[in-house]
């Protein structure tokens, strides 16, 4: 360990990264994890003196904008610091070996660092087909990710897809797409960290969390850490005010929409979805879909997309809602709702994958393990 | 005669395995094979038309603007309704931030390890190193201090003993040919195109909300509101912040992106006479300029036959046909038709070997991808097909220039261009052309800004009562990896079929009925091999065309769709 000791902050240094910038990120991440400020401290601590945590990052049934959301991670010199700190063994994305190369990085890594490296997966796992629909190196994705994960110290499905089944289990499910909690039973330490895609500063915040503090951050019952999920879009929305004054964009570009004001009626799945967006925001802090005037359609949701389409239906108008009312109890059956206004995409899929609750009950994804 | 399995080929998007016979130290036959299939045209009937964009957009997240694009075009041509000026400046400037994007990302991070050798990088001279940089260009970061730096950083990196993504691959190998000054220069460039992608991204996050999978996509328009008074639509502040970003953009592709590709270019030569593929080219064209039925388009479209660039046929619809002699679907009609994607069945089959395997049938189906066709050919698309077509068209003009500036350069003639080392340079000088285009696509915004002319969106025909009961619509669209085409049919406000043809398809699909193969296994034949336990040159080929794997699958088939509602139900 005494060799890794300092080469992190050698690193910042002949990076151009003062001693100061790197408090003031370890700031920034205790403030996105809610931790007290004081932590700040301890957090430079642990990332100066860390080794480098080894991790493997998995692709399925993907489209890479995990990938893609992962290269975005903002703050650049200190994240792509962040980054350097990790070994990332391997990212058919990113790596430079490729065939049998590749994948013997990959069964080196499982072998020497077993019960130690981290398994980020992206991407569903298709069942059907004897494994068919998605196979790398002759192998089904099924048999990788038990694998894989079997011997990680903790696993990471990264986006909607490896968290809930996403886009391909989205009815009627042609491949028999699944999650990672569902293709790999009692995986120990699995955390999803859904949205498509995930928002990279929740990534980051995950992995300085992890090395910090040495263990998972608490979750929701859907597995997700409470830091980046843990209160519905619409509780921080910018554009709250006009919501709760009855003031909403009633037509693209009218100039209600052009002020900025609540897109409700537009087909909003802010009030039932958790997610940090309004809070942390995207792309180094530039912007999120509500702010360039685009409605949330409630993408860190489980099955979201039958259950928060058609996107632009707006959530039922139940009594109570828009004053004051605890909308983060209501937000699941409010969504469900919708999803049964159309008919088309499976009430039946819907229950399937509710955690075997009805979509009549009333308490909202994030409104328990608080 | 050695059999070679590349899987997975990495740094793409998604699943591809690549098989090839090898013989004197050359691929004599290669194979193409998707291995992955998700069904997303499948998961789209039965929906709202309104919805499917952001549907189509998730088939790929690193193109992720272009499904989007497509989507949006096929029901505003289904449904008749029409973008307004706003609107169409603010989606050619998306696109183009997309191009050019995505292109430098693919050089640096997808491409240049297949000719740069970061271990040789560690043993260069910084002074020397300074020298070269100085000579290609006048970008700041070049002194021997700061390519030290560099120096330092990677040798720090590799003692600590933890090479992640860099372990394992083809370092020292006999193909790599850069002296350790340019492998230097490229390493430091590599880094600093890390921070620049993350950094000119962020105009997607003020046109989009955010990147990657924006979200201001409407059918007949856009949801971001323009308007100079208010601080929360597009005003005078994003703007100027759009116009910051592009002349960082600007300043990047110009003095480092295109320089650097010039000077690797310069040593792999040879490269410009291995890979030339099918030699047909198919652009169908992009970037509006006016509101009209039918635009005037910024990069026009055209087919290129035979590698004849004496002229330039128009693009014919009609002839587009998709094939499934070789992949994993069935047609009703029999395997060996070829229809048109109006009429497009897929019927998911698999009949390949169980996994865990080691060898596809390559007599029988063996990809997920069907084999496009045009006129019953197969069909290169992508920046070189555009490029051609552009510089055999004369216009935009910009195109001939860079273009002969470039063979000038390199001291090759035009037939340079139909090879592996083509496609990188078409590739670079498309990124400039566009870099250069989008501020005037920011001009007009503000032109239109001056005027009041806020509109952003037809919202006469949003509400689904104004469409027609049974409509047929296509859109199209150019993105980074090529032409692009979705299909749909919509019946009493619903999706009834969903077809795209995608440029990974065209590009990386199976033979065909006839056993014509496609671009990339015609590409690969010939390609020099040196050793076949270490295929780095089949990786140089491949990665040429830029494969888009998660994109070039995908399915349509009512009959399949009923089967599987049952068994969910």
Redesign the interface.
């Known amino acids: 360990m005494a060799?890794?000791q300092n080469?992190l902050l050698?690193?910042l240094k002949?990076?151009g990264v003062s001693r100061r910038e790197f408090l003031g990120f370890c700031a920034k991440m205790a403030a996105i994890l809610a931790l007290p400020s004081s932590a700040a401290g301890a957090i430079a601590k642990a990332v100066a003196t860390a080794d480098?945590p080894?991790l493997v990052w998995l692709?399925?049934?993907?489209?890479?904008?995990?990938?893609?959301?992962f290269?975005?991670?903002?703050h650049?010199?200190v994240a792509?610091l962040i980054l350097?700190s990790?070994?990332?063994?391997y990212?058919?994305?990113?790596?430079?070996?490729?065939?049998?190369?590749?994948?013997?990085?990959l069964a080196k890594t499982v072998a020497d660092y077993s019960g130690k490296y981290i398994a980020l997966v992206e991407g569903?796992i298709?069942t059907g087909?004897?494994?068919?629909?998605?196979?790398?190196?002759?192998?089904?994705a099924l048999?990788t990710v038990r694998e894989v994960c079997a011997g990680a110290a903790a696993t990471i499905a990264v986006g909607t897809c490896a968290a809930f089944g996403?886009?391909?289990a989205?009815?009627?499910?042609?491949?028999g797409?699944v999650s990672v909690g569902d293709a790999v039973p009692g995986l120990r330490n699995l955390v999803n960290m859904p949205a498509?895609?995930m928002n990279a500063e929740n990534i980051t915040a995950f992995l300085v969390y992890y090395m910090t503090l040495k263990q998972l951050p608490p979750l929701d019952r859907y597995r997700r850490p409470l830091f980046a999920y843990g209160k519905v879009i619409h509780d921080n929305c910018e554009r709250r005010a006009y919501f709760d004054a009855g003031q909403y964009v009633e037509?693209?570009?009218d100039e209600a929409?052009?002020?900025?004001a609540c897109l409700y009626k537009m087909g909003c799945k802010g009030p039932a979805t958790s997610q940090n967006c309004p809070v942390v925001r995207?792309?180094?802090g530039?912007?999120?879909?509500?702010?360039?005037?685009?409605p949330c359609?409630g993408c860190a949701e489980p099955n979201f997309?039958d259950r928060m389409?058609?996107?632009?239906q707006r959530l039922p108008n139940i009594p109570g809602f828009g004053v004051g009312w605890n909308l983060d109890r209501i937000g699941l059956s409010a969504a469900a709702l919708v999803a049964a206004a159309?008919l088309?995409?499976?009430i039946?899929?819907i229950v399937?994958h509710h955690t075997g609750k009805k979509p009549s009950d009333s308490d909202g994804p994030s409104g328990d393990e608080k | 005669m050695t059999h070679i399995?590349?899987?997975?080929?990495?740094?793409?998007?998604?699943?591809l395995r690549i098989e090839a016979e090898v013989d004197g130290g050359k691929v004599n036959d290669a194979w193409s094979s998707s291995?992955?299939?998700?069904?997303?045209e499948?998961?789209l009937k039965?929906?709202?038309p309104?919805?499917a964009w952001?549907?189509a957009q998730?088939?790929?997240?690193?193109c992720?603007t272009v499904h989007a694009i497509a989507s949006i075009r096929a029901v505003e041509h289904a449904i008749g309704a029409v973008p307004p000026p706003n609107a169409r400046l603010l989606r050619n400037l998306i696109m183009s931030a997309q191009v050019v994007q995505d292109h430098v990302?693919h050089f640096y991070?997808?491409h240049a390890?297949d000719w740069v050798d970061?271990t040789s990088a560690l043993k260069a001279d910084p002074a020397k190193t300074a020298a070269l940089a100085e000579s290609i260009s006048d970008w700041p970061l070049s002194s021997a201090k700061y390519f030290s730096?560099v120096r330092?950083?990677m040798s720090?990196?590799v003692q600590?003993g933890?090479?992640?993504?860099?372990?394992?691959?083809?370092w020292g190998h006999p193909a790599y040919r850069l002296p350790p000054e340019a492998n230097l220069m490229a390493v430091a460039h590599y880094l600093e195109a890390?921070?620049w992608?993350?950094?000119f991204?962020?105009i997607?996050?003020?046109?989009?909300?955010?990147?990657?999978?924006l979200?201001?996509?409407?059918v007949?328009?856009m949801?971001?509101?323009?308007?100079p008074d208010?601080?929360?639509?597009l005003n005078a502040d994003t703007i100027a912040a759009l116009d910051k970003l592009i002349a960082d953009g600007r300043d990047f592709v110009t003095r480092v992106y295109l320089p650097d590709v010039l000077a690797i270019a310069s040593f792999y030569k040879d490269w410009a006479s291995v890979g030339s593929g099918v030699g047909n080219y198919l652009v169908y064209g992009d970037y509006p300029e006016d509101d009209s039925e039918n635009p005037e388009l910024f990069l026009p479209s055209g087919i290129i036959r035979m590698r004849d660039i004496s002229k330039v046929e128009p693009v014919d619809r009609a002839k587009i046909t998709e094939q499934v002699a070789h992949s994993?679907y069935e047609y009703s009609s029999g395997d060996g038709q070829a229809l048109h994607p109006f009429k497009g069945e897929t019927n998911?089959h698999?009949t390949?070997p169980?996994?865990?395997?080691?060898r596809l049938e390559l007599a029988q189906k063996y990809s997920w991808l069907k084999s496009p066709r045009y006129d019953g050919q197969p069909m290169e698309v992508g920046p070189l097909a555009r490029m051609l077509v552009a510089y055999v068209s004369g216009r935009p003009a910009r195109v001939k220039e860079l273009v002969g500036k470039v063979l000038a350069a390199l001291g090759v003639g035009p037939a340079a261009l139909f090879s592996t080392l083509g496609r990188v340079a078409a590739r670079a000088i498309e990124t400039q052309v566009m870099v250069e285009k989008m501020g005037d696509w920011v001009s007009a915004l503000g032109e239109n800004m001056a005027r009041r002319d806020?509109?952003?969106?037809d919202?006469s025909r949003?509400e689904p009562e104004n469409w027609p009961r049974d409509c047929y619509g296509a859109g199209f669209h150019e993105a980074p990896r090529g032409a692009l085409g979705h299909w749909v049919h919509i019946r009493d406000n619903?999706i009834v079929n969903y077809q795209c043809i995608v440029p990974s398809t065209w590009n990386a699909g199976p033979r065909d009925s006839a056993g014509q193969r496609g671009p990339y296994e015609s590409a690969l034949v010939g390609t020099p091999v040196a050793k076949p336990?270490?295929?780095l040159e089949i990786?140089r080929t491949v990665h040429s065309f830029d494969p888009c794997m998660?994109c070039g699958v995908h399915?349509v088939d009512a009959r399949?769709?009923e089967i599987?509602?049952v068994?969910?139900?």
Not at chain 1, 129 to 140: E, F, M, R, V, W
Not at chain 2, 223 to 227: N, Q, R, W
Not at chain 2, 230 to 233: D, E, I, L, P, V
Not at chain 2, 354 to 358: D, I, R
């Open positions: 060799r890794y080469w050698d690193e002949s990076r480098k080894v692709e399925f049934q993907d489209c890479a904008g995990n990938t893609e959301s290269l975005r991670a903002s650049p010199t792509d350097d990790i070994s990332l063994n990212h058919e994305t990113l790596m430079a070996a490729a065939g049998q190369q590749a994948e013997s990085a569903a298709p087909a004897d494994g068919a629909y998605c196979t790398i190196a002759g192998k089904s048999q996403g886009i391909p989205a009815s009627p499910n042609p491949t797409a498509c895609p037509a693209w570009g929409h052009r002020h900025g995207w792309n180094e530039t912007n999120w879909p509500i702010g360039c005037g685009h359609i997309w389409t058609p996107f632009y159309s088309a995409h499976g039946g899929e399937r | 399995v590349v899987d997975p080929v990495t740094r793409i998007e998604g699943h291995t992955m299939f998700r069904g997303i499948i998961i039965g929906r709202d309104r919805d952001a549907f998730r088939i790929c997240g690193v992720t990302v991070h997808l390890l970061i730096g330092d950083r720090g990196f600590r933890q090479l992640g993504v860099f372990a394992n691959a083809y890390l921070d992608q993350r950094r991204i962020r997607h996050a003020i046109l989009g909300g955010k990147n990657p999978h979200q201001s996509f409407l007949g328009g949801a971001t509101p323009v308007d208010s601080q929360n639509a994993w998911p698999y390949g169980k996994p865990p395997y080691e806020y509109r952003i969106q919202n949003w619903a336990d270490q295929p990786l998660a399915v399949r769709r599987a509602r068994r969910v139900a």
